[in-house]
């Protein structure tokens, strides 16, 4: 079960860390904690015979999380008969049986593999006329909010801080829409598109505020590509330039991480700021190269 490593106690890391981060030591050990969280929701649910509300997400993160819930099902029988899922986002346009459209992702990695019913789980369409966006928008949030609203909103990070496809700029009571991607998303998903030029400018997301709503929210986040937009995030101000760093205003989020993905969190890169440390010649050398880069002085100085 995922705790937060975070002793309230001492308050150490909160003078840094406004969001709980749990650090794992490589994404496959992260992305089973998450499954078992995941898998123990789902099951108190079956028991008080309720629906579980998945809030879903694409990218590369989740992918180890969904074949660990794929192996649940298969080998130790957890059923998705009462889960209704969400995904955040869709390209648009996307045809769904597209290499690259999210229905084709999740239908592959989850739900073709699970017992959920196909009507249970709904991902934003990508072949609606532009005329037929806003209201299917509006509708996307009626769905979720007849049903209570999200239980568990499952998260990846861009690596500017985009959550779903609210990218920076977003604002924090944004609602479901038709998006213009950043460049510096369209360059992470050219390789999938095979070029620039064939990757979307556009797409649908959920807004922000649904995602604010969620009742808990769990955010993966693997490798040293995401170390920097993790540390602004956790630590740096709540600004829609990071429309992550909102989720600091979020009562039960945890950022689960890898080694990799954390290694700029204070607590991690400067332990001594945070804690009392046994100071080792590595340690030393580290304090030293910080301290000058912070006063931009030469080490001798
Ligand atoms: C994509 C998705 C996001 C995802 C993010 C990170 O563009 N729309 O929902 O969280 O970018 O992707 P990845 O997990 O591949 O780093």
New binding site residues.
Partial sequence: MIKSIIDKSTGFEKRFENIDTVVFENSTDASKAVAQQIAALIKSKQEKNESCVLGL???????GLYAELVRLHKEEGLSFKNVITFN??EYYPMEPDSVNS?VRFMKELLMDQVDILPENYHIPDGLLTKEEIADYCADYETKIEALGGIDLQV?????NG????NESGSLQNSKTRLVA?DHI?RV??SKDFFGLNNTPRT?I?LGVKKIMEAKQVIL????E??ADVVKKSVEGEVTNRIPASFLQEHNNVVFVLDKEASSKLTRINRPWLVEKIVWTDKLTRKAVLGLALDLKKPILM
């Fill in positions: 997400a694409t990218g590369s993160s989740p992918k955040l986002d999210y998260l990846g990070i861009g690596a985009h959550i779903g496809f991607l998303t992470a998903a797409a997301t993966l986040a693997w490798g590509g995401k």
